[in-house]
């Protein structure tokens, strides 16, 4: 072989030695291209666009990690939880331990409330970080949703460790002490939130101490926070409810009509919110408006408590034996509630029919039900007898 061809074969054989460096370093640089091409798509909310970028990567190279990701990502993105499992799932089955994977896949289970498996993945990524705090606060989150306060209580303090006055903790620990009728703790861990900083305050948090207010009965604290709430969203639904019931709370029911009304001009057919309504008109003497409310609220479907309110209008306008007749109708579909029993005995005391009404309230007695109030009224009707 002359020297001239020797060379020619010398130069050839490098170009075949360092082509398939050469070739696997543009395919990288596609992968890398595409991926972070990809990842902006989802960013901007583009995801069939993303899809297709992440799809182009497993084209090139099955079972690609970022890929995978990608396409897990974008189904989670658009609510396609089983479809996201899926890929999250094959990416751990080739990359164990991939952190974004798991991520992802204990988030998809915990939205279609899958929690013990949100869990076991959580809890398997703490194994090697135990100071995440974003890991803590979802597991906290997760066992708050299947009602282990303790677990759940643990794993938020410890976040507050780490450190004080995180948002997600503290808002946490409100939910998780709400959940459990705590009202006062709720509070405690909420206004803390306030006093970190308003301005970064949900308007959730704002209407869940309102709430607590409500249920604690300290209806004009109650007021403040809700009004805190209409003010950052005038037509919150939370925020409005709160207010009426407040005014309601606080025997206010000229204010509580303002607010369920609003309620009902954004969402004329909602059954509850016609029969509060009702309920409202009936407490300031309006019986007229209250029925029509009432009969709104029945025209939509069947409903105890319109029911129950019509029956008070016709007891209120002295109509006590179709008042009677109503009661009667509703004791047969709630044999247990022992407020139809009250209303009935006294229908019958305003129909001077003293035994009927204590032989009515001693009926509730069959069905195991015991309350101070039946046996208030009772005791007194005996003694009077």
């Known amino acids: 072989m002359s020297d001239e061809v020797f060379k020619e074969f010398e130069m050839a054989q490098t170009v075949v030695d360092y082509a398939p460096v050469d070739e696997t370093e543009a395919v990288s640089s596609e992968i890398s291209e595409l991926s972070k091409q990809g990842y902006q798509f989802l960013k901007d909310n583009r995801i069939d666009e993303a899809k297709e970028s992440?799809?182009?990567?497993?084209?090139?190279?099955?079972?690609?990690?970022?890929?995978?990701?990608?396409?897990?990502?974008?189904?989670?993105?658009?609510n396609h939880f089983r479809e996201a499992v899926e890929f999250y799932s094959k990416c751990l089955d080739y990359h164990p331990g991939n952190n974004y994977a798991l991520f992802g896949l204990a988030d998809c289970y915990k939205a279609m409330n899958q929690y013990h498996k949100a869990i076991a993945i959580w809890e398997q990524y703490l194994l090697h970080d135990d100071r995440n705090i974003t890991v803590l606060t979802r597991v906290a989150d997760a066992y708050r949703k299947t009602r282990d306060f303790k677990k759940s209580k643990d794993l938020y303090l410890s976040v507050l460790d780490m450190e004080e006055n995180n948002s997600y903790a503290l808002i946490g620990l409100g939910h998780l002490h709400y959940d459990f009728k705590e009202y006062r703790d709720a509070l405690y861990y909420w206004t803390k939130m306030l006093e970190k900083d308003e301005s970064l305050v949900d308007i959730r948090?704002?209407?869940?101490?309102?709430?607590?207010?409500?249920?604690?009965?300290?209806?004009?604290?109650?007021?403040?926070?809700?009004?805190?709430?209409?003010?950052?969203?005038?037509?919150?639904?939370?925020?409005?409810f709160g207010l009426a019931d407040c005014y309601r709370g606080m025997n206010q029911q000229f204010r509580s009509i303002e607010y369920w009304n609003k309620i009902l001009d954004m969402d004329p057919d909602n059954k509850v919110i016609l029969t509060r309504a009702g309920d409202a008109y009936r407490n300031t003497g309006d019986y007229k408006t209250a029925a029509e409310y009432y009969n709104k609220a029945m025209d939509i479907e069947f409903d105890v408590y319109a029911a129950l309110g019509l029956a008070l209008i016709c007891k209120?306008?002295?109509?006590?034996?179709?008042?009677?007749?109503?009661?009667?109708?509703?004791?047969?579909?709630?044999?247990?509630?022992?407020?139809?029993?009250?209303?009935?005995?006294?229908c019958y005391v305003k129909m001077n029919q003293k035994a009927k009404a204590i032989e009515t309230l001693k009926n509730i007695s069959r069905y195991g039900v015991r309350s101070p109030a039946i046996a208030d009224m009772l005791s007194r009707l005996e003694r009077d007898a």
């Open 316 to 346: 209120g306008e002295g109509r006590y034996e179709e008042a009677a007749e109503r009661l009667q109708g509703l004791i047969k579909g709630d044999p247990k509630n022992f407020r139809f029993y009250i209303d009935l005995s006294d």
């Open 54 to 78: 992440f799809s182009k990567i497993l084209e090139i190279e099955e079972n690609n990690n970022y890929a995978l990701v990608g396409l897990g990502d974008s189904e989670r993105k658009q």
């Open 205 to 240: 948090v704002l209407t869940s101490i309102g709430n607590c207010h409500r249920k604690l009965k300290s209806f004009e604290k109650g007021v403040e926070f809700f009004e805190r709430a209409l003010k950052k969203e005038p037509n919150n639904f939370y925020a409005l």
